[in-house]
């Protein structure tokens, strides 16, 4: 009998199309990327990516993000929030670490705390 070998990566990610559409809350226990609409409060464990395409309505609790799309709703990040040039938030922003691209948008109130 022989002994299967199965190799792993490790790493398991989340993704949200630019096509769609969610009316409704996110809890994700690993890194997220999300190209496409959300109306309603994401919770991630990991890593959140928004993508360019975008477009988020609602608060955000996560452990670090990058923002190349429109949020509008407030934001905890509990390490490095990353608004990258094509990136827009509106709302209350709380991070450990900030770092913004020239040409990113941030209208809002900004707390950083360790």
Do not use: W, Y
């Not at 496409?36 to 609602?58: D, N, R």
């Not at 934001?75 to 209350?92: D, F, H, P, W």
Request: with cysteine; aromatic share 0%.
């Amino acid at each position: 009998m022989k002994n299967k070998i199965v190799i792993s990566s490790g790493i398991a990610h989340n993704a949200l199309a630019s096509s769609t559409i969610v009316k409704g809350n996110i809890n994700a226990e690993e890194d997220f990327r999300i190209d496409g609409k959300v109306e309603g409060q994401i919770e991630c464990a990991g890593k959140l990516v928004i993508g360019p395409q975008a477009v988020i309505t609602g608060d955000i609790n996560c452990q670090n993000m990058d923002v190349l799309g429109m949020i509008n709703g407030n934001l905890i990040v509990r390490e490095l929030l990353s608004i990258k040039a094509s990136g827009n938030i509106c709302g209350e922003v709380m991070a450990v670490k900030l770092e913004v691209e020239q040409g990113a948008t941030l209208n809002g109130n900004c707390k950083m705390q360790p």
